[in-house]
């Protein structure tokens, strides 16, 4: 049995999001729920997609899929969710 990595940040309280990143072969995935989905969808997936573009430029890693659970997270703390699941999910594959 193949286990899939994943690392997550975040929580479902309100005001916040939980961001779980996945490995994929090549590629990336980008999935959105939440409260927030319908009506701010894509400037979501656009600071989701400027927030990997810069990891992965910094570490080279390519091929993710991220899950975001959104309940109302503002811009920012999209970003840095984002972010530190990220690196959990690189520091997970150096170990």
């Known amino acids: 049995m193949n286990s899939v990595r994943t690392a997550q940040a ?3 309280e309100s005001m916040d ?3 779980t990143v996945s490995e994929l072969d090549e590629g990336r995935i980008v999935e959105i729920t939440g409260s927030s989905a ?3 969808k894509d400037a979501m997936e656009a600071r989701i997609n400027a ?5 992965e430029a910094s ?3 390519k091929g993710v899929k991220v899950s975001v659970q959104d309940n109302g997270a ?3 703390v999209l970003g840095a969710r984002v ?3 990220y690196r959990r999910f690189v520091e997970v ?3």
Do not use: H, P
Not at 51 to 55: E, I
């Open 10 to 12: 975040g929580t479902v």
């Open 17 to 19: 999001c939980l961001v």
């Open 38 to 40: 319908a009506r701010f």
């Open 51 to 55: 927030a990997l573009d810069a990891l």
């Open 59 to 61: 570490f080279g890693k």
């Open 74 to 76: 503002l811009d920012i």
């Open 83 to 85: 972010e530190a699941a």
């Open 93 to 95: 594959d150096e170990l």
